[in-house]
């Protein structure tokens, strides 16, 4: 299927390599400043999906992210930031990039051109009704994610997509699609420029939206985070102070003590406790 690809139009600008530091810098920014604008038309379609995904999560189902390149790399990241910062299983959203986690930091020549690996890399999680798949590609043209959301929904598994050109095969494919249009890149083509950006703040809202209707943060701190290094962990001892109306040496006993925001609140509220 052919089909008009903004993502692979010309830039709108020429002559990059005469641009003095400055211009590139601004012309790219000036590029940048347009994405959340375009993701902002997409909101309809993020809610949706979302909508999809959070009585999932709640009974037991997980979030799978497939992609391939930038596309699988965004998916990875986002997934990898949900155990340190909610405090979930590293099973609960999970991210798989074509050719393997070696492709995340190395390409893997034509691993995105397969269409039976991305199915075979779900069904090595047992990946089943319960779950939801989003497939990424900026393009909307990549066979190793297009082929693992029509195998998905052959399953009976809920699809969803985020890609950056319109009416692309894979948001006809996917159920529940998003569709970011942020036209051509500064370097033409380059979509781990304004298409990976606008990815990221895609699963961003995704993540992040779900996680809080799953109770995974309460008013706005991250009560459930990982405490896995000493900013963090001052972090928590800050919340505890603040949630707790206690000192700093009581608050950090606490959390010596439970060894999670959470759990110290609770304990401390419910007077298990010996206060000060």
């Not at 020429?14 to 038309?41: C, G, Q, R, T, Y």
């Not at 890399?121 to 798949?133: A, C, G, I, P, T």
């Not at 990221?200 to 290094?229: F, P, R």
């Amino acid at each position: 299927m052919q089909f008009n690809k903004t993502t692979e139009q010309d830039s709108r600008y020429n002559h990059l390599e005469k641009m003095s530091v400055p211009e590139l810098l601004s012309n790219i920014n000036a590029e940048d400043k347009m994405v959340a604008f375009s993701v902002e038309k997409a909101m309809p379609q993020i809610e949706a999906l979302v909508n999809q995904i959070i009585p999932k999560l709640k009974f037991g189902g997980r979030l799978f992210y497939i992609g391939a390149g930038t596309s699988g790399r965004m998916g990875v990241l986002d997934a990898s930031e949900c155990p340190p910062t909610f405090g979930v299983s590293p099973d609960i959203v999970v991210g798989l990039i074509a050719g393997g986690d070696g492709a995340i930091r190395n390409a893997v020549e034509f691993a995105e051109d397969s269409t039976e690996q991305g199915w075979r890399d779900l069904e090595e999680y047992q990946v089943n009704s319960n779950d939801v798949v989003v497939g990424i590609a900026a393009s909307g043209t990549t066979p190793y994610v297009i082929s693992a959301l029509e195998a998905c929904n052959r399953h009976n598994i809920i699809t969803g997509s985020i890609s950056c050109n319109q009416n692309s095969p894979l948001s006809q494919t996917a159920q529940f699609p998003i569709e970011v249009i942020v036209g051509p890149e500064f370097v033409t083509g380059s979509s781990r420029m304004k298409a990976g950006t606008a990815q990221k703040l895609v699963l961003n809202m995704i993540s992040t939206a779900a996680m809080v209707q799953l109770g995974k943060i309460k008013g706005n701190k991250m009560v459930d985070m990982q405490l896995s290094n000493n900013k963090l962990v001052d972090r928590g001892i800050k919340m505890l102070i603040t949630e707790l109306h206690i000192d700093f040496s009581e608050a950090q006993t606490l959390l010596q003590t439970h060894k999670n925001v959470r759990t110290a609140i609770q304990n401390y509220t419910n007077g298990n406790e010996t206060h000060k």
